[in-house]
């Protein structure tokens, strides 16, 4: 079974990263390539992706952190499926995004770590990533890329100070789960060529073949 995940704050590059990935492995593996998202990434998940980054929605904190938990098991299960079927599941963020932003963003890892790590794992039922890339990025350069896109959502009009607490908490985070950080700055083609280094450390997990 092989599940990798993405992560990083807003603007780092994932969703570049995570396509350019698995249009490389479809050519390199004889076996299916999956690409996800959390939330979101089931049918369930859409809607409560919509919920969770409409800038309309006034949510409690404490509700926000639940309704992605909710998001992540329903989205647990999928991928479970896809594993068994002998997929390369590629997730576009997964629980550690919660605890960076939900956990860490909000200022709540002093008192509630606890809490946020039972109900996590709890909702993730065991199933952590086989390898986690971090695409880093200085909150600046994330933002500045994310004002450029225009439409923020939600969470995105949060103002620099709260991603630097994600920031921040992504940092320890790597360190308790050892993420294999990749500098997010770099052009494309570079971080691209890296991932694919990083990857190819996986071989045996992933049967890439010729």
């Given at each position: 079974?092989t599940?990798i995940?993405?992560?990083?704050?807003?603007?780092?590059?994932?969703?570049?990263?995570?396509?350019?990935?698995?249009?490389?492995?479809?050519?390199?593996?004889n076996?299916?390539?999956?690409?996800?998202?959390?939330p979101?990434?089931?049918?369930i998940?859409?809607?409560?992706?919509?919920?969770?980054?409409?800038?309309?929605?006034?949510?409690?904190?404490?509700a926000?952190?639940?309704?992605?938990?909710?998001?992540?098991?329903?989205?647990?299960?999928?991928?479970?499926?896809?594993?068994?079927?002998?997929?390369?599941?590629?997730?576009?963020r997964?629980?550690?995004?919660?605890?960076?932003y939900?956990?860490?963003?909000?200022?709540?890892?002093?008192?509630?770590?606890?809490?946020?790590?039972?109900?996590?794992?709890?909702?993730?039922?065991?199933?952590?990533?086989?390898?986690?890339i971090?695409?880093?990025?200085?909150?600046?350069?994330?933002?500045?890329?994310?004002?450029?896109?225009?439409n923020?959502d939600?969470?995105?009009?949060?103002?620099a100070?709260?991603?630097?607490?994600?920031?921040?908490?992504?940092?320890?985070?790597?360190?308790?789960?050892?993420?294999?950080?990749?500098?997010?700055?770099?052009?494309?083609?570079?971080?691209?060529?890296?991932?694919?280094?990083?990857?190819?450390?996986?071989?045996?997990?992933?049967?890439?073949?010729?």
């Amino acid at each position: 079974m092989t599940l990798i995940c993405f992560e990083g704050i807003d603007g780092c590059g994932k969703d570049t990263q995570i396509e350019l990935t698995a249009d490389w492995l479809r050519t390199v593996t004889n076996r299916p390539v999956v690409v996800t998202r959390q939330p979101g990434g089931t049918e369930i998940g859409q809607t409560l992706r919509r919920l969770l980054l409409d800038p309309a929605s006034q949510i409690n904190i404490f509700a926000e952190f639940l309704i992605f938990a909710a998001d992540q098991a329903q989205h647990t299960d999928w991928i479970k499926e896809q594993l068994s079927n002998g997929a390369i599941v590629l997730t576009n963020r997964y629980a550690y995004s919660s605890l960076a932003y939900q956990m860490y963003g909000r200022g709540l890892e002093t008192n509630f770590k606890d809490h946020f790590y039972s109900i996590i794992k709890f909702a993730q039922q065991g199933l952590w990533p086989a390898q986690t890339i971090w695409l880093d990025v200085p909150v600046e350069t994330g933002l500045a890329r994310v004002h450029q896109n225009g439409n923020l959502d939600r969470l995105e009009q949060k103002g620099a100070e709260f991603f630097e607490r994600v920031r921040a908490g992504y940092i320890e985070l790597a360190e308790i789960f050892e993420f294999k950080r990749i500098d997010g700055t770099q052009s494309i083609d570079t971080v691209q060529s890296q991932i694919r280094g990083l990857f190819l450390e996986l071989n045996n997990k992933l049967l890439i073949t010729n």
